[in-house]
């Protein structure tokens, strides 16, 4: 899933690169830390507000400076927790089967139970 964000502010951030995004409860990019250099842009004060912090990889940037005005649109891919699950579950199944199937080649679980013999006195 993509989100591209409006900041008011020259944010720039090399693509590919892990940012965590803290948003003002209305929708507002507050602050934006580029994790991998370790560097914090921040648009105003965060201490005093209630934020939202989520985390994402950066697939596109565009600092664009005109004036006075500076803006950076950053294009930023993430996947929930949902997905992110569901996809470590399909894989789980998948090596369950694999492994099935490689010990039902080597003869394994697949095998009939041998006769036993009728016994007499």
Sequence with gaps: MQRTLVIAASAPVPRGNHVEIA?????????????DRGIQYEVRD????????????VRDCRVTESGRDQRTTL??????AVSAAEEA???ADAAAAAAKAE??????????PAEVPERFW
Excluded: K
């Excluded at 294009?75 to 929930?80: H, P, Q, R």
């Design 89 to 91: 579950l399909s894989e």
């Design 46 to 57: 965060v201490t005093r507000e209630r934020l939202d912090v989520w985390r994402a990889v």
């Design 75 to 80: 294009v930023v891919g993430f996947s929930d």
């Design 23 to 35: 948003q003002a409860v209305d929708g507002t990019v507050i602050a934006v830390r580029d994790l």
């Design 103 to 112: 010990s039902d080649r080597w003869g394994g679980a697949g095998r009939a």
